[in-house]
């Protein structure tokens, strides 16, 4: 502690005024105020004061081991507010170090200046065990780069074999904001401490990009993948080639805020390199100085063992009341975190004499039984028989048994593995020497239970049938395994037991372990990302894509709900989607994705098309989630509407103008045509010369044809904007073709044109507007009549067809057209030759075809030059009434 508590309780009461921090006054809220370091806490409420002793030493330092201790660091760093509050889960507790906790992160100022980082609990504060209390959580090993000793100049550093992945991020400067530590660990601390630096840094010391590529598509930030650079590993002339793939990210107003990807370590292509004299000698001073970059140590270190009660609990009631918790924080205050299901314990060990308590008995039984010793129903084992009774099979005789069981357990041709939670207790030897562990401690360093089962379920209680699962061994392979699940006790506490043995398939079928890491491989590039979750919706597995996507690393997120990746506007639809396919019957909806927005380590946000499947049935069936980012669609789709929104404006626009033209041309038109009219009549005296009659003829005769063709121009606008009003009805096609031919007749007859109908009987009614379809009978017969010469004919005729269609049809003998004729004439405004000779207003065909397509019908035209034309409009049997 750096001052007393006056200070910081002042601090907080003064924030507590502030709307988003309004939670600082409720009593019995947990606060931990950090120093700007992250790396002390200063003070605690004391709703938290239990906190203290479980998260940092005496000095008030955060225990190496803490999961937060990185995220805490980075935060008070700048990532946290000095307005406002950042909502952020946080792994502070300490029973359950695994299970994320929301927390509001603020940066603030004490009366002396000093900036502190003050975090507070939203829910209740996590509970501390008694063990936890007292003992402290061992400082893991701290990773150091190799350095040179006598007579091994050039020692190396660790290398594991195969290939090794790890995660970036950079701001948009592209300076490394984060690293996961995989990368240093495989190729040294000094060649892989790279946060703080920029690409273009990089590149000059660690890492060669033979064509500049790289830094070209930094320059252009694009998206990419399969980029082969050279990475120099410390103490040594080797390189090792490094797949790099990465992605632009961008802010909610689309401004570049960071680079985020992954990158493959390829260790078993590791060669050598030609250093230049001048990078040697950097190399060589460096050794003989002993410097070296600080390195940070990796997030995941191994925490306090969780007690037996804080580990078990039952995801089914998990999984609702997150459903409920998230419902309730989208409506209301946020309702406080169920109280965790203890199991019952197990019967209290036998007396001293016995040696073994009842439930390790049952373990050892488990064990006889993977081992194919058949026990006899009910025979006692030989702890249990009583004097002067045969005992039944013997696991070891009884001359032979050690005071520790664990020996036993070492000698087992079997793997043993106990664990409480996440925590491991004891692996035999079999099973260290299955997954390539030399000792228990390097499983715990290197991702402990959840990466030896790649973020499969840990297994609890006791079960009659073996669990198929995939274990992960320290090479990054992937062996299918047969466990069994139990309870025992270790150290006097309650314990998890997993017997585990290779599954037979892959004993007698090697190759499928192959086709297995083929298909894994596979998955891994592909573009979309793929998430496994369990029966509850958390976190089993994510693919290279989905790391890259969302910026975090598998083990960061395994074992969360899927709710950590999504925006809180998605949280329930997420989730009512996996209850969906959690309910009986239901398959895997492919066809039937969501829209959802997923959220970045860094705080961005992405749209994403959510698809989710089952994968098998049964208690141990799984889900997968696949995720597209369709930034771009949304991109795009942005466009098209906003290119709509114009299109449609301009469509008002020129129906305004049209509208302007029908008031301000028809009104002064109709006076001329009027005047005209008066004029010809000689209604007040006579004009006494022939030749202005004749000029009032043309005037008349030319107004007319302005009327007629801001007529159809308005008719054609109205019907482009989707404004003409029609109202469909039954209507008798033949009674109006009809009509209209009557009234056509005396324009046949002044030139000698012969008119011909031919009806279809009992033709069924039509569904269309009467007084379109009397526009389309005239526009098309008048056409016919206005191209065929003296002496031709008109033949007018309805039908049905053998499809159910009712067709209307004009054919003629006249001048006939072209195919591109035909072609130009369906075009507003584009005239022929032979239409102009014989006047017309260039819109009467596309004004028919516009009509006819808005009563739901079809306009074909085949037509011959010099043979004549054949006109049809065909009505589709959805448009026929039934008789």
């Given at each position: 502690?750096?001052?007393?508590?006056?200070?910081?309780?002042?601090?907080?009461?003064?924030?507590?005024?502030?709307?988003?921090?309004?939670?600082?006054?409720?009593?019995?809220?947990?606060?931990?105020?950090?120093?700007?370091?992250?790396?002390?806490?200063?003070?605690?409420?004391?709703?938290?004061?239990?906190?203290?002793?479980?998260?940092?030493?005496?000095?008030?330092?955060?225990?190496?081991?803490?999961?937060?201790?990185?995220?805490?660091?980075?935060?008070?760093?700048?990532?946290?507010?000095?307005?406002?509050?950042?909502?952020?889960?946080?792994?502070?507790?300490?029973?359950?170090?695994?299970?994320?906790?929301?927390?509001?992160?603020?940066?603030?100022?004490?009366?002396?200046?000093?900036?502190?980082?003050?975090?507070?609990?939203?829910?209740?504060?996590?509970?501390?065990?008694?063990?936890?209390?007292?003992?402290?959580?061992?400082?893991?090993?701290?990773?150091?780069?190799?350095?040179?000793?006598?007579?091994?100049?050039?020692?190396?550093?660790?290398?594991?074999?195969?290939?090794?992945?790890?995660?970036?991020?950079?701001?948009?400067?592209?300076?490394?904001?984060?690293?996961?530590?995989?990368?240093?660990?495989?190729?040294?601390?000094?060649?892989?401490?790279?946060?703080?630096?920029?690409?273009?840094?990089?590149?000059?010391?660690?890492?060669?990009?033979?064509?500049?590529?790289?830094?070209?598509?930094?320059?252009?930030?694009?998206?990419?993948?399969?980029?082969?650079?050279?990475?120099?590993?410390?103490?040594?002339?080797?390189?090792?080639?490094?797949?790099?793939?990465?992605?632009?990210?961008?802010?909610?107003?689309?401004?570049?805020?960071?680079?985020?990807?992954?990158?493959?370590?390829?260790?078993?292509?590791?060669?050598?390199?030609?250093?230049?004299?001048?990078?040697?000698?950097?190399?060589?001073?460096?050794?003989?100085?002993?410097?070296?970059?600080?390195?940070?140590?990796?997030?995941?270190?191994?925490?306090?063992?969780?007690?037996?009660?804080?580990?078990?609990?039952?995801?089914?009631?998990?999984?609702?009341?997150?459903?409920?918790?998230?419902?309730?924080?989208?409506?209301?205050?946020?309702?406080?975190?169920?109280?965790?299901?203890?199991?019952?314990?197990?019967?209290?060990?036998?007396?001293?004499?016995?040696?073994?308590?009842?439930?390790?008995?049952?373990?050892?039984?488990?064990?006889?039984?993977?081992?194919?010793?058949?026990?006899?129903?009910?025979?006692?084992?030989?702890?249990?028989?009583?004097?002067?009774?045969?005992?039944?099979?013997?696991?070891?005789?009884?001359?032979?048994?050690?005071?520790?069981?664990?020996?036993?357990?070492?000698?087992?041709?079997?793997?043993?593995?106990?664990?409480?939670?996440?925590?491991?207790?004891?692996?035999?030897?079999?099973?260290?020497?299955?997954?390539?562990?030399?000792?228990?401690?390097?499983?715990?360093?290197?991702?402990?239970?959840?990466?030896?089962?790649r973020g499969s379920p840990v297994l609890s209680g006791a079960g009659d049938e073996d669990s198929a699962l995939a274990l992960t061994t320290r090479a990054n392979e992937n062996i299918s395994v047969a466990v069994r699940a139990?309870?025992?006790?270790?150290?006097?506490?309650?314990?998890?037991?997993?017997?585990?043995?290779?599954?037979?398939?892959?004993?007698?079928?090697?190759?499928?372990?192959?086709?297995?890491?083929?298909?894994?491989?596979?998955?891994?590039?592909?573009?979309?990302?793929?998430?496994?979750?369990?029966?509850?919706?958390?976190?089993?597995?994510?693919?290279?894509?989905?790391?890259?996507?969302?910026?975090?690393?598998?083990?960061?997120?395994?074992?969360?709900?899927?709710?950590?990746?999504?925006?809180?506007?998605?949280?329930?639809?997420?989730?009512?989607?996996?209850?969906?396919?959690?309910?009986?019957?239901?398959?895997?909806?492919?066809?039937?994705?969501?829209?959802?927005?997923?959220?970045?380590?860094?705080?961005?946000?992405?749209?994403?098309?959510?698809?989710?499947?089952?994968?098998?049935?049964?208690?141990?069936?799984?889900?997968?989630?696949?995720?597209?980012?369709?930034?771009?669609?949304?991109?795009?789709?942005?466009?098209?509407?906003?290119?709509?929104?114009?299109?449609?404006?301009?469509?008002?626009?020129?129906?305004?103008?049209?509208?302007?033209?029908?008031?301000?041309?028809?009104?002064?038109?109709?006076?001329?045509?009027?005047?005209?009219?008066?004029?010809?009549?000689?209604?007040?005296?006579?004009?006494?010369?022939?030749?202005?009659?004749?000029?009032?003829?043309?005037?008349?005769?030319?107004?007319?044809?302005?009327?007629?063709?801001?007529?159809?121009?308005?008719?054609?606008?109205?019907?482009?904007?989707?404004?003409?009003?029609?109202?469909?009805?039954?209507?008798?096609?033949?009674?109006?073709?009809?009509?209209?031919?009557?009234?056509?007749?005396?324009?046949?007859?002044?030139?000698?044109?012969?008119?011909?109908?031919?009806?279809?009987?009992?033709?069924?009614?039509?569904?269309?507007?009467?007084?379109?379809?009397?526009?389309?009978?005239?526009?098309?017969?008048?056409?016919?009549?206005?191209?065929?010469?003296?002496?031709?004919?008109?033949?007018?005729?309805?039908?049905?067809?053998?499809?159910?269609?009712?067709?209307?049809?004009?054919?003629?003998?006249?001048?006939?057209?072209?195919?591109?004729?035909?072609?130009?004439?369906?075009?507003?405004?584009?005239?022929?030759?032979?239409?102009?000779?014989?006047?017309?207003?260039?819109?009467?065909?596309?004004?028919?075809?516009?009509?006819?397509?808005?009563?739901?019908?079809?306009?074909?035209?085949?037509?011959?030059?010099?043979?004549?034309?054949?006109?049809?409009?065909?009505?589709?049997?959805?448009?026929?009434?039934?008789?």
């Amino acid at each position: 502690m750096t001052g007393g508590p006056d200070p910081f309780e002042a601090l907080i009461a003064q924030l507590a005024a502030e709307p988003d921090l309004s939670l600082l006054a409720r009593p019995g809220t947990g606060v931990l105020v950090w120093d700007q370091a992250g790396e002390r806490l200063l003070w605690a409420s004391p709703a938290a004061a239990a906190l203290r002793g479980a998260l940092t030493d005496e000095a008030g330092r955060t225990l190496p081991g803490l999961r937060a201790r990185d995220r805490i660091k980075a935060l008070a760093g700048g990532l946290a507010p000095r307005h406002g509050a950042l909502k952020e889960r946080l792994r502070l507790d300490p029973s359950r170090p695994w299970l994320p906790v929301a927390t509001l992160c603020r940066l603030a100022s004490l009366e002396t200046g000093e900036t502190v980082l003050v975090t507070a609990f939203v829910g209740p504060v996590p509970k501390v065990a008694s063990s936890l209390r007292t003992v402290r959580q061992s400082e893991p090993p701290s990773i150091e780069p190799s350095a040179p000793v006598e007579g091994d100049a050039t020692r190396l550093p660790d290398r594991r074999p195969g290939p090794v992945r790890f995660i970036w991020h950079t701001d948009a400067a592209t300076r490394f904001t984060d690293v996961s530590h995989d990368l240093p660990l495989a190729v040294g601390a000094m060649a892989g401490n790279i946060v703080g630096q920029t690409w273009e840094e990089v590149s000059r010391s660690v890492v060669e990009d033979p064509d500049g590529s790289v830094a070209a598509l930094f320059g252009r930030r694009e998206t990419w993948s399969g980029r082969t650079i050279l990475w120099s590993i410390d103490n040594s002339s080797l390189q090792v080639p490094v797949d790099w793939a990465g992605m632009p990210v961008f802010g909610p107003g689309r401004e570049l805020i960071g680079f985020r990807g992954f990158g493959l370590l390829r260790m078993d292509d590791v060669q050598e390199r030609t250093i230049p004299d001048a990078a040697a000698d950097l190399i060589a001073q460096s050794l003989v100085n002993g410097e070296t970059l600080p390195f940070r140590p990796p997030e995941e270190m191994p925490g306090e063992e969780p007690t037996a009660e804080a580990a078990q609990s039952d995801e089914d009631t998990w999984f609702s009341n997150l459903r409920d918790q998230v419902a309730a924080a989208l409506s209301g205050p946020k309702p406080p975190d169920p109280e965790p299901i203890e199991r019952p314990r197990p019967a209290e060990k036998q007396s001293q004499a016995s040696g073994l308590s009842s439930t390790e008995r049952n373990a050892f039984r488990e064990i006889a039984r993977a081992l194919g010793a058949r026990l006899e129903e009910g025979a006692p084992l030989p702890e249990e028989a009583e004097a002067g009774e045969e005992p039944g099979p013997r696991l070891v005789p009884p001359s032979t048994a050690p005071e520790d069981h664990t020996g036993i357990l070492n000698r087992l041709p079997i793997g043993i593995l106990v664990h409480r939670g996440e925590a491991i207790l004891f692996a035999n030897r079999f099973l260290l020497d299955l997954t390539g562990y030399e000792d228990i401690d390097q499983i715990r360093s290197e991702g402990g239970l959840v990466h030896l089962f790649r973020g499969s379920p840990v297994l609890s209680g006791a079960g009659d049938e073996d669990s198929a699962l995939a274990l992960t061994t320290r090479a990054n392979e992937n062996i299918s395994v047969a466990v069994r699940a139990s309870s025992t006790e270790w150290d006097g506490e309650p314990a998890d037991l997993m017997v585990i043995r290779r599954a037979l398939s892959l004993e007698t079928a090697p190759p499928q372990d192959s086709r297995i890491q083929e298909l894994e491989a596979i998955l891994d590039t592909a573009t979309d990302g793929v998430i496994v979750l369990n029966e509850t919706g958390r976190i089993l597995s994510l693919n290279r894509s989905a790391e890259a996507l969302f910026g975090y690393d598998e083990q960061a997120v395994a074992g969360d709900a899927i709710t950590v990746l999504l925006a809180p506007e998605s949280h329930m639809v997420a989730l009512d989607y996996l209850e969906s396919l959690r309910s009986p019957g239901m398959r895997s909806l492919l066809n039937d994705g969501r829209e959802v927005v997923g959220r970045e380590r860094q705080g961005g946000a992405i749209p994403l098309f959510m698809t989710m499947g089952r994968l098998g049935d049964g208690p141990d069936r799984r889900f997968c989630a696949v995720l597209r980012d369709i930034t771009a669609f949304k991109r795009t789709e942005g466009e098209l509407l906003g290119a709509k929104h114009a299109a449609e404006e301009a469509s008002a626009q020129k129906s305004d103008l049209l509208a302007t033209i029908s008031h301000e041309i028809r009104t002064p038109l109709n006076a001329i045509l009027g005047f005209a009219e008066v004029m010809l009549e000689e209604r007040f005296g006579s004009i006494g010369n022939d030749r202005y009659k004749e000029y009032l003829k043309d005037i008349h005769a030319s107004g007319s044809h302005v009327i007629s063709l801001v007529n159809d121009l308005l008719d054609l606008a109205k019907i482009e904007a989707g404004r003409l009003e029609l109202s469909f009805t039954g209507v008798s096609l033949n009674e109006l073709v009809s009509s209209c031919v009557t009234l056509l007749q005396p324009q046949a007859a002044r030139d000698r044109i012969v008119m011909r109908m031919s009806f279809a009987p009992k033709l069924p009614p039509v569904v269309a507007d009467e007084r379109s379809m009397r526009q389309i009978v005239l526009n098309l017969v008048s056409n016919a009549i206005k191209f065929t010469d003296a002496g031709g004919q008109v033949i007018v005729s309805t039908a049905m067809t053998d499809r159910g269609e009712v067709a209307f049809r004009v054919r003629d003998t006249g001048i006939g057209m072209t195919p591109e004729e035909v072609e130009a004439a369906l075009e507003p405004f584009r005239q022929l030759a032979t239409s102009r000779r014989r006047g017309g207003t260039g819109l009467g065909l596309p004004l028919t075809k516009a009509l006819v397509e808005a009563n739901r019908g079809a306009l074909q035209i085949a037509s011959q030059p010099s043979e004549g034309t054949l006109v049809e409009v065909i009505f589709p049997p959805t448009r026929v009434m039934a008789e």
